[in-house]
């Protein structure tokens, strides 16, 4: 059976898409033809100059009356889209969902079911969960089906289904509609074995035409071990599962020789160093490939990167050999530099020491040292704020750039924080993910996005670059607040 899949406007254009590539060569190994349409890159080169692919720039994606006149302002490149997808001849059709890209999304379901209306839509991603959000999806009459969670199992069953029986029925890890009912199928478990998934398929995207050419995403572990008490990791993914050092070598390994000039890796992991032992193996085997002396071997200017946490064997010598095995960058996730705070998000290591040294040493090693920050904690103090103020000072030579949370504290639905709002001292009185507030009232949006500030204005003072986060919020700093009031 013959399936497209799309990733409608706004998302990365430095790179392909990763979801995508996994899905593509999950139902190709499967039987199924398979074809790619990157409309977001395309979008981009017609629109680039508006600036709306620009991280600190993405709420215009999330904007109904902006997407709106985007949709007018481009009636007819949308109409090109519709009808190259049913001219395709793909029965069924599935969007990578996410924040920014779920309105285009769901304007092309209605275009193509407007041009045919037996072609089966197929929502999945990040939008797509939790249930809240997929039944949300759901009920909009152009979608015909949303995937929660991973799909590389979901989505080749889910057409099996339809190539048989000309009709979606009931299959683990989809939600879909039956005689205008909505059906929760419930969540599929988590796939077990990783090491056992097919190497994603790049060969439908033009690498060529994207920001970074020689650049490839890469995932070597789904979910996260930690228990910090914030995080929605655990949400979709479940639980914690890692590829072994051989398997993510063996992948790059195949990337690298189908796609010469690819010289770049993006981990697109939530934490890359949870399995040390899977992350030294991977190591050791990229230091062995560097030393082949063939003048055509791709291994010699490999460079890559990822995000990790803060752990006590991430000393001097081990950063020393991931540099040497090629990576350039790694994003902590510090939060906080609060002791107290770090306790309350259940957050380790429980030692600020370790914090300096960890980031000390990365940048010693070459390693450039990006770090998350979250500000507004339930529980946080402005002495504890201070704490975090005062070790970006003493810190500041070792970050290359530090990323303020745009979010500052959101309580995702779903996680432990949000299951326990009394125990986190949060009011539930018109409770809201973002706008929330504590129950003597002092922790609210405003305090928050004033603590985001100081710190971001701090950062800048001591020259050390901020991410998109950080600029997004100080240049829509009004925006925000009028959405906070207009929740009031």
């Not at 228990?227 to 390994?253: H, Q, Y």
């Not at 300096?356 to 990365?362: A, K, L, P």
Request: with cysteine; aromatic share 12%; charged share 25%.
């Amino acid at each position: 059976m013959k399936i497209a899949l799309v990733l409608a406007p706004s998302w990365g254009i430095e790179s392909p898409h990763l979801g995508i590539a996994l899905l593509s060569a999950a139902l190709r190994k499967r039987g199924h033809t398979v074809e790619v349409f990157d409309f977001n890159l395309r979008v981009h080169k017609q629109n680039k100059e508006k600036g709306w692919w620009k991280g600190e720039e993405d709420l215009h994606w999330e904007d109904a009356n902006t997407v709106g006149g985007f949709i007018r302002d481009n009636e007819e490149l949308l109409k090109t889209f519709a009808q190259e997808i049913y001219l395709s001849r793909a029965q069924v059709v599935s969007f990578s969902v996410y924040n920014t890209t779920w309105m285009l999304s769901l304007e092309l379901a209605n275009r193509i079911k407007d041009v045919d209306k037996n072609k089966f839509i197929v929502f999945g991603g990040q939008r797509c969960f939790p249930e809240l959000a997929a039944e949300g999806l759901i009920k909009h009459a152009a979608v015909d089906a949303v995937v929660l969670g991973e799909g590389e199992e979901v989505l080749p069953e889910l057409l099996g289904k339809i190539e048989k029986l000309k009709r979606i029925e009931f299959c683990p890890g989809i939600f879909y509609k039956e005689k205008g009912e909505v059906i929760n199928c419930g969540r599929r478990p988590a796939i077990a074995n990783i090491d056992a998934l097919t190497y994603p398929d790049f060969s439908d995207f033009s690498l060529a035409e994207y920001g970074n050419p020689h650049q490839l995403p890469i995932l070597a572990s789904r979910g996260c071990p930690y228990p910090c008490i914030f995080c929605s990791t655990k949400l979709f993914w479940v639980n914690f599962r890692c590829l072994s050092g051989a398997r993510i070598f063996k992948e790059m390994d195949f990337q690298l020789h189908r796609h010469p000039g690819v010289s770049f890796f993006t981990f697109n992991d939530h934490v890359i160093n949870a399995d040390m032992q899977a992350l030294s193996d991977f190591c050791d085997l990229v230091l062995a490939a560097k030393q082949n002396q063939n003048q055509d071997n791709p291994w010699k200017g490999l460079n890559w990167r990822g995000a990790v946490v803060i752990r006590e064997e991430m000393d001097a010598p081990f950063l020393a050999k991931m540099k040497a095995a090629g990576c350039i960058e790694l994003e902590y996730g510090l939060e906080s530099a609060s002791l107290a705070v770090r306790k309350l998000m259940r957050k380790p290591p429980y030692d600020i020491q370790v914090l300096e040294r960890v980031i000390t040493d990365t940048h010693n090693s070459g390693i450039n040292a990006r770090v998350n920050f979250m500000f507004g904690f339930p529980g946080e103090t402005e002495e504890d704020f201070q704490e975090t103020l005062n070790f970006l000072k003493k810190n500041r030579a070792a970050f290359a750039q530090v990323h303020a949370s745009e979010t500052f504290c959101h309580v995702d639905p779903g996680t432990y924080l949000f299951e326990h709002l009394s125990e986190a001292k949060i009011s539930e009185k018109k409770f809201h993910p973002l706008y929330w507030e504590s129950q003597d009232g002092k922790n609210k949006y405003p305090e928050r996005l004033r603590r985001h500030q100081e710190f971001c204005q701090l950062a800048v003072a001591l020259n050390i670059p901020l991410s998109s986060g950080g600029h997004k919020i100080m240049l829509h700093k009004e925006h925000f607040l009028k959405k906070y009031e207009e929740n009031l």
